[in-house]
């Protein structure tokens, strides 16, 4: 994945979207982790619940639900090595959330999957401040 969100940037977060409707591979999601409570994270999901998970070093994917070929498949522009043959299943109220720029990431890789009732919300715009001008 290409880096789209960055440290600094602001967005706007949809605190409403998950009270109806579940959260989807690809969402872009912010919430708190227990081990990191003054922080809020803002991380892309990529692992469902009840998906079986499992990193593979051939062609840098991740590959849910496997090992039938057909099934989804989640490729990365970036790998870290130290995370080939990791495999977990996923909880009925878990996600696996993977950062966007993945090698610099703290993620489901180091903090493991994250509850469903952490969520905070759907990131889905982002804000530029604006500058403010003096006049003379």
């Given at each position: ?62 590959l849910i639900n496997c ?44 903090l493991g999957p994250i ?11 982002r804000v530029w401040k ?7």
């Amino acid at each position: 994945m290409s880096p789209s969100y960055q440290k600094g940037q602001h967005y706007l977060i949809d605190r409403n979207i998950y009270r109806s409707t579940s959260p989807e591979r690809g969402d872009v999601v912010v919430f708190r982790h227990p081990s990191a409570q003054e922080t809020i994270l803002l991380k892309r999901i990529v692992g469902l619940p009840g998906e079986q998970i499992r990193f593979s070093l051939c062609g840098s994917k991740i590959l849910i639900n496997c090992p039938s070929p057909e099934n989804d498949s989640y490729q990365t522009k970036a790998f870290i090595d130290e995370t080939a043959g990791l495999e977990l299943r996923l909880a009925d109220d878990e996600f696996f959330v993977l950062g966007d720029n993945v090698n610099f990431s703290l993620d489901s890789r180091r903090l493991g999957p994250i509850k469903r009732s952490w969520i905070l919300g759907k990131a889905w715009i982002r804000v530029w401040k604006l500058r403010s001008r003096r006049h003379a």
